[in-house]
């Protein structure tokens, strides 16, 4: 099984910045291919940022592009969203996820985060 475990969360002002982290210790990271997903109580899990298990290719969200990155480090385990100009809208819990396809669908993830919670104050 991979564990997952995230950080970084917080409340944040809009306008401002916040890094999330998702390690899997002693897991085989670098064969799966990691997202971000984020979601709103009541609402279908939102996709946000994926990126391949070689770490060359990367989609993200029409919402984020320009605003969001996603990158990985192989060596220590670990998936980062770097988040910039943050939206009362991007108010969320923050899930990594981790799968065998670069794919927008969370249905095609097996490995979750806890989740991380985000709060944008207008």
């Known amino acids: 099984q991979v564990q997952l475990v995230e950080s970084g969360g917080g409340l944040v002002q809009a306008g401002g910045s916040l890094r999330l982290s998702c390690a899997a210790p002693?897991?085989?990271?670098?064969?799966?291919?990691l997202g971000w997903f984020r979601q709103v109580p009541g609402k279908e899990r939102e996709f946000v940022a994926v990126?391949?298990?070689?770490?060359?290719?990367?989609s993200y969200a029409d919402s984020v592009k320009g605003r969001f990155t996603i990158s990985r480090d192989n060596a220590k385990n670990t998936v980062y969203l770097q988040m910039n100009s943050l939206y009362a809208e991007d108010t969320a819990v923050y899930y990594c996820?981790?799968?065998?396809?670069?794919?927008?669908?969370?249905?095609?993830?097996?490995?979750w985060g806890q989740g991380t919670q985000v709060t944008v104050s207008s």
């Open positions: 996820a981790a799968g065998q396809m670069f794919r927008r669908d969370y249905r095609s993830y097996t490995y």
């Open positions: 990126i391949s298990m070689s770490g060359w290719s990367i």
């Open positions: 002693g897991g085989t990271f670098s064969t799966y291919s």
